[in-house]
Nanobody, 121 residues
Framework: QVQLVESGGGLLQAGGNLRLSCAASGRTYSSMGWFRQAPGKEREFVAGITASGGTILYADSVTGRFTISRDNAKNTVYLQMNSLKPEDTAVYYC????????????????WGQGTQVTVSS
């Protein structure tokens, strides 16, 4: 049974840092990524990474502030979020089984349960 478990969300003030983790069990995925969904908005892509880490993509809104990485030995992908802004407030979802083509991350069918990140001004 495939399972993705996120952790690391929380409440913090603008300008703070947070690291999200997503542990995958059941199989090893090639590309993995992070999405987020703010209240009243559609789910949007945040960052994606290939199995080797050789290709990484970011949404324009987080470029320069967020860093995605992975530890294949632990089957875990991370999202380091720095200089957080109130507009980063959302539920963050881990995704696996996707693929990267060009400058687009196509989400796969495996999703985590989500972790809440709230940034106050």
């Amino acid at each position: 049974q495939v399972q993705l478990v996120e952790s690391g969300g929380g409440l913090l003030q603008a300008g703070g840092n947070l690291r999200l983790s997503c542990a995958a069990s059941g199989r090893t995925y090639s590309s993995m990524g992070w999405f987020r969904q703010a209240p009243g908005k559609e789910r949007e892509f945040v960052a994606g990474i290939t199995a080797s880490g050789g290709t990484i993509l970011y949404a324009d809104s987080v470029t320069g502030r967020f860093t995605i990485s992975r530890d294949n030995a632990k089957n875990t992908v991370y999202l380091q979020m720095n200089s957080l802004k109130p507009e980063d407030t959302a539920v963050y979802y881990c995704n696996a089984g996707g693929r990267i083509s060009g400058r687009t991350y196509y989400g796969g069918g495996a999703w985590g349960q989500g972790t809440q990140v709230t940034v106050s001004s």
